[in-house]
């Protein structure tokens, strides 16, 4: 294997809600590997914020103002990528998001309200940057945010733990339906990601309870995620369609034990700190 297969040299991608958070995390990463970037994002001025990072590392970098809800401005947003970058080859659905709510407190306008952003952008962006996929005939490589909570039962997370479920076999699907045109669909489930939205977890205490919950210890960075969407993106992926990465520090994988001490335990409040499954009623 050729070590250049890892990089994206001249590929055009398009990152929704790539203003901010995860997806610039991305498209700064993307172009450091040699893509062109397009930052779909809701809010213009944080869009061309980034596109000028972009263009400063010796890619090109457009801004287009786009609400992923709105089919139209999607439309015309792929249309505008393909004029002016010559089309699509990579498209990363990271535009989402959650406000948690118990579930009896929910109304229907709040439930639509997430599904609108978190599947019907979805719907809208893969539609549009996949058509014109076919069109080019060219191949290409779709990465979905989802999130951990696609895979697990989160409280208060009931829209949200519905629409990353619905984003991951979607996933599969496309997977499947869009193999015969080279379009490869995976998608990604990061746990906490430190963005600057969640400054409020820098304290020490809030620090240790993560380094408690997560078994490499730490937050992870929209780094680690964007190494994953590299991965994904580039032929280093040719063979890999349709699966789920965790990007989450080992959080899946440890189906709630928790940290404590050298020893891990299903009950953090107990005072005798359990190591075997068998103590602790596992
Ligand atoms: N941050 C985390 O800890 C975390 C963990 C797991 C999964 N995720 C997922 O990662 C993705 C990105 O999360 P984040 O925390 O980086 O996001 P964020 O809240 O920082 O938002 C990123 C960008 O999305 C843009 N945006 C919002 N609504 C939009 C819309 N309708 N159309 C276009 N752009 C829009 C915003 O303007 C912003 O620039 C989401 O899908 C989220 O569910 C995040």
Redesign the pocket.
């Known amino acids: 294997m050729d070590p250049s297969s890892v990089l994206l040299t001249d590929k055009v991608a398009v990152i ?9 995390g991305i498209a700064l990463t993307y172009a450091k590997f040699g893509a062109h970037i397009v930052i ?4 213009p001025a ?2 061309e914020a980034v596109a000028q990072q972009v263009r400063a590392l010796g890619r090109k970098g457009l801004a287009i103002a ?4 709105n089919r139209e401005q999607v439309q015309a947003m792929v249309q505008r990528t393909v004029a002016e970058l010559g089309g699509v080859d990579i498209l990363v659905n ?5 406000r948690p709510k118990e579930f009896m407190d929910m109304d229907e306008a709040r439930w639509r309200r997430s599904v609108e ?2 599947l019907i ?1 979805l719907f809208n962006c893969t539609h549009a940057a996949a058509r014109e996929m076919i069109v080019a005939g060219r191949g290409g490589a779709i990465i979905n ?5 696609g895979s697990r039962a989160g409280p208060l997370y009931s829209v ?1 733990s519905a629409c ?1 479920a619905g984003m991951e076999n979607f996933t599969r699907t496309t997977a499947l339906e869009l193999s015969r045109h080279r379009i490869r669909v995976n998608s990604i ?5 430190d ?4 400054a409020e977890l820098h304290t020490p205490q809030a620090q240790q309870a993560i380094a408690r919950v997560i078994p490499l210890g730490r937050m ?1 960075t ?1 780094e680690d995620v964007a190494g994953a969407a590299v991965y994904l993106a580039s032929d280093l992926a040719a063979w890999v369609t349709g699966i789920n990465l965790h990007v989450d520090g080992g959080t899946w994988a440890s189906g709630g034990w928790i940290r404590q001490g050298d020893s891990w335990t299903l009950f953090p409040d107990s005072t005798g700190v359990v190591d075997s499954p068998k103590q602790s009623g596992g």
């Open positions: 929704t809600g790539g203003g901010d958070g995860i997806g610039k779909a994002d809701l809010n944080a869009g786009t609400d992923v809800r990271n535009a989402g998001g959650v952003l978190n952008g945010i989802s999130s951990i909570e949200y990353k489930a990061p746990d906490m990601i963005t600057p939205h969640t992870g929209t």
